[in-house]
Nanobody, 130 residues
């Protein structure tokens, strides 16, 4: 059974940084896509950043140049380094993972792969104050 556990959320002031971690266990996909999503109160869930088993990354426009997604060599941890945080980054952040599937892109702009076939963590709250 796939388990994803996020950590690292918290409260920071605007301009600050946080590093989120996602510990993945119970899956053995050779080719996969892992991603960070977020959902603010009253808003739809949106993709933030993804990384695939080849190391290719994709970012939402709101995350480009401020956030960096990475994974460790053992590929059991995925990280999201968030710098220059803004109040609009306040949200619950979720980690998700899915095996790569033909016809479904691994992209922060397209969440179908995760929505249809992904496993999700419980989320970690990020609050940015002005």
């Amino acid at each position: 059974r796939v388990q994803l556990v996020e950590s690292g959320g918290g409260s920071v002031q605007a301009g600050g940084s946080l590093r989120l971690s996602c510990l993945a266990s119970g899956y053995s996909y050779d080719y996969y896509c892992m991603g960070w999503f977020r959902q603010a109160p009253g808003k739809e869930r949106e993709g933030v950043a993804v990384i695939d088993s080849y190391g290719s990354t994709s970012y939402a426009d709101s995350a480009k140049d401020r956030f960096t997604v990475s994974q460790d060599n053992a590929k059991r941890f995925m990280y999201l380094q968030m710098d220059s945080l803004k109040p609009e980054d306040t949200a619950m952040y979720y980690c998700a993972a899915a095996a790569l599937r033909y016809g479904l892109p691994c992209s922060a702009q397209a969440s179908d792969l995760f929505t249809r076939f992904g496993d999700w963590g419980q989320g970690t709250q990020v609050t940015v104050s002005s």
